[in-house]
């Protein structure tokens, strides 16, 4: 009885102590001006830091935790602040774009990836991460394959890189091409990766621009339900030749491939959609969700070190960069071509 109620105690600071990095990484996000850098990478990365000078082991079950549970309440609670109102109007002028921009994403990245030699999952998260939205994106899809967690720090590592040059880099550029508000907005909304680099690049060019970017990004957050549908349906494939070839005689349940996390992602953004869920009750739940994300990147932080960085060596930064750079390309490409600029 003495050892479960320890192992409970154990367990219970373990979470504890992600919840404050997550406290702290958002507190530091409030100081940063400019909104440059996002709680989510600013918490993965001070897991890393301590968890490369001190590598306590009791503290992996609650990481086991806070990595995948609270993740996936936290993707639940995103949908609250979503409205399909909004999705639909944004989404007829930003449709063509965003569907180039996912080809290049999962379809160039397919053979990308085999030219830098990484693993189907790594590859596909960081994929997402560009496609979507940053580390939501990869949050949700990585459950769903089997993810490593050292795979997902990497994901949002490669994507944060390109981020921090684009905020900069974004407004220069579009001034430099004649952009309008409205092309502008679309294509920071499209190409740029997290919700916090798309407001920061968005809003140095213009408040319109801005507005419109940070919609066109909501807008992008509503594909995680088909993508993570696809994925879902791609790993359990996997996984029933993997039986198959073991001739275990197991199968695995095809009923089973809808993740029951997005289940609840759909309904609340549904219900936010009717207006059942008040404006204030909305802005609140997607605090919370924030927070849990925050937290669920601390926990992955908290199980990297920056040994494992440097085993996976530059191939995952170099692979984000290129799909990143084919996507920003293709973006202002669709954007010309349909006459937006």
Same mark, same amino acid.
């Given at each position: ?16 102590? @992600?919840?404050?990095?997550? %406290? ?22 001070i897991g890393t /830091?301590?968890n490369s000078f ?24 995103? %949908? ?13 002028? #930003? ?9 290049? @994403? ?19 998260? !960081?994929?997402?991460g560009t496609g979507? @939205? ?33 905020? /900069? ?19 920071? +909304? ?30 992008? #957050? ?13 790993? #359990?494939?996997?996984?029933? =030749? ?7 005689? =197991? ?7 809808? $993740? ?19 404006? #204030? ?16 990147? /601390?926990?992955? +932080?908290?199980?990297?070190? !920056? ?5 996976? +060596?530059?191939? $995952? ?13 293709? /973006?202002?490409?669709?954007?010309? @071509?349909?006459?937006?600029?």
């Open positions: 009885m003495e050892t479960t109620t320890k192992k409970r105690g154990i367990f219970i600071l373990g979470v504890a102590i @992600c919840f404050a990095v997550a %406290g702290l990484s958002i507190i530091v996000e409030k100081l940063i001006p400019g909104e440059l850098l996002g709680a989510s990478i600013i918490a993965l990365f /830091a301590i001190f590598h306590p082991k009791w503290i992996q079950p609650a990481l086991k935790f806070a990595s995948k549970k609270i993740l996936k309440v936290a993707i639940i609670l995103l %949908g609250a602040s979503l409205s399909i109102n909004t999705i639909m109007s944004v989404g007829k002028m #930003t449709f063509f774009v965003m569907i180039f921009t996912f080809a290049v @994403c999962f379809g160039g990245g397919y053979f990308i990836r085999k030219l830098f030699g990484l693993n189907w999952k790594l590859s596909n998260l !960081i994929s997402a979507i @939205c940053g580390g939501s994106a990869v949050a949700a899809i990585a459950p769903v394959i089997d993810a490593d967690d050292k795979d997902v720090a990497f994901a949002m590592s490669s994507t944060f890189l390109f981020d921090m040059v684009m905020i /900069a880099l974004y407004p220069i550029m579009g001034k430099a091409l004649g952009m309008t508000d409205i092309a502008y907005g679309i294509w920071a +909304g499209t190409s740029v990766n997290d919700t916090a680099s798309v407001v920061a690049s968005g809003y140095a060019f213009s408040e319109i621009a801005g507005d419109f970017a940070t919609m066109v990004k909501l807008t992008r #957050t509503i594909a995680i339900i088909p993508t993570v549908l696809v994925f879902a349906f791609i790993s #359990t494939r996997i996984k029933q =030749k993997e039986m198959k070839a073991a001739n275990n005689g =197991k199968k695995v349940n095809l009923v089973k491939i809808i $993740p029951w996390f997005i289940g609840g992602f759909l309904l609340l953004a549904i219900l936010n959609s009717v207006g059942f869920i008040p404006v #204030t009750a909305s802005g609140i739940i997607k605090e919370i969700s924030k927070f849990f994300m925050v937290t669920a990147l /601390a926990a992955i +932080g908290l199980g990297t070190s !920056i040994t494992d960085f440097k085993k996976a +060596g530059l191939k $995952p930064m170099f692979y984000g960069i290129t799909i990143d750079t084919l996507v920003t390309l293709t /973006a202002l490409g669709v954007i010309w @071509c349909m006459g937006l600029m």
